[in-house]
């Protein structure tokens, strides 16, 4: 399978609450194989379901990826069973192309998924794993990044945010209109 379009906020699917994977068949196998390329392929270390426009609990997540190394965790119905202390990193996200800001997370995180092969996985996490979890674990519950933002911030973020988007669009479409326009 090839690598799927990235939604983009403002897209409604960043706000719904995913569905439970009722069945790992064929199909999921693909499909998360796909999200995996995608994430790769976007320069991403997490990516949520949502954000490839499927509503379901399932992500893909490599911390790890220097190197030409690889540690690849496929969670399906990821669950956070326990959460402790505070930390604050600086985040972007795939589905926010060109913005980062501050989040504050939870330290260290006790993690229960299923895999690709229908096992249970048990595992807790720290550091730059711990916060990638819970940041694609809020994709699957409908909430972005910016969102974990004080009302100030997260309302002047996202207009900054959605005005250079407008700003980007309109300049690919000018480059569009000069592409036309040279080859004639």
């Known amino acids: 399978m090839s690598k799927l379009p990235l939604v983009i ?24 194989t796909a999200m995996a390329e995608t994430m790769y392929g ?12 499927r509503n379901i609990r399932i ?3 490599d911390v790890e990826q220097e190197d030409g190394r690889k540690a690849l965790l496929n969670l399906i119905n990821p669950v956070i069973v326990e959460a402790h202390g505070r930390t604050t990193y600086e985040e ?3 589905s926010f192309p060109g913005l980062s800001a ?26 730059l794993l711990s916060i990638c979890i819970q940041h694609e674990m809020d994709h699957l ?10 009302p100030v911030q997260r309302k002047l973020v996202v207009r900054d945010y ?13 480059d569009a209109i000069r592409a036309v326009h040279e080859s004639t």
């Not at 897209?11 to 499909?31: G, H, Y």
């Not at 976007?42 to 426009?53: D, E, F, K, M, W």
């Not at 519950?141 to 004080?150: E, H, I, K, Y």
Request: hydrophobic share 40%; aromatic share 8%.
């Open 102 to 127: 501050e989040i504050k997370r939870r330290k260290q995180i006790h993690v229960q998924a299923y895999n690709l092969a229908g096992d249970l996985v048990d595992f807790d996490a720290d550091g």
């Open 59 to 61: 992500m893909t997540v």
């Open 42 to 53: 976007s320069n991403g270390i997490g990516l949520a379901a949502p954000q490839v426009a």
């Open 141 to 150: 519950n409908g909430v972005t990044f910016v969102d974990r933002l004080n």
């Open 162 to 174: 959605l005005k250079q988007r407008t700003w980007d669009e309109e300049d690919e479409r000018l």
């Open 9 to 32: 906020y403002p897209d409604e699917i960043l706000k719904t609450r995913c569905s439970d994977v009722a069945a790992i068949d064929q199909d999921i196998f693909d499909f998360v």
């Open 92 to 94: 972007g996200c795939l």
